[in-house]
């Protein structure tokens, strides 16, 4: 078993920077690639990155390409997504999940997923 509790969020002036947190409670955190998605309102949530267990493999949303960074700190139980140049259009709800597996987590097949935290860039 898996909790997630995400922190980070805020609001942003358009080109600004967030760093957001994801901790996690349980054993088992190293065994679980990690991801964020995110849902802005009225829309559908959609991937955003993921990490594999070791950290090795990342995947990430093609528009955040270049400008967000996924890592990971297996000894403080802990996956960040590190957002720079943020634009209006990344104003949504963030969540964290774990999963199986990189892949698993970009097709929505995550096991565990956090309660989500704001982030509201303004133009």
């Known amino acids: 078993q898996v909790q997630l509790v995400e922190s980070g969020g805020g609001l942003v002036q358009a080109g600004g920077s967030l760093r957001l947190s994801c901790a996690a409670s349980?054993?088992?955190?190293?065994?679980?690639?990690m991801g964020w998605f995110r849902q802005a309102q009225g829309k559908e949530r959609e991937f955003v990155a993921a990490i594999s267990w070791s950290g090795g493999t990342t995947d990430y949303l093609d528009s955040v390409k270049g400008r967000f960074t996924i890592s990971r700190d297996n000894a403080k139980k802990t996956v960040y997504l590190q957002m720079n140049s943020l634009k209006p259009e990344d104003t949504a709800v963030y969540y964290c999940n774990a999963g199986d597996n990189v892949k698993a987590i970009a097709s929505m097949k995550a096991s565990y997923w956090g309660q989500g935290t704001q982030v509201t860039v303004s133009s």
């Open positions: 349980g054993r088992t955190f190293s065994n679980y690639a």
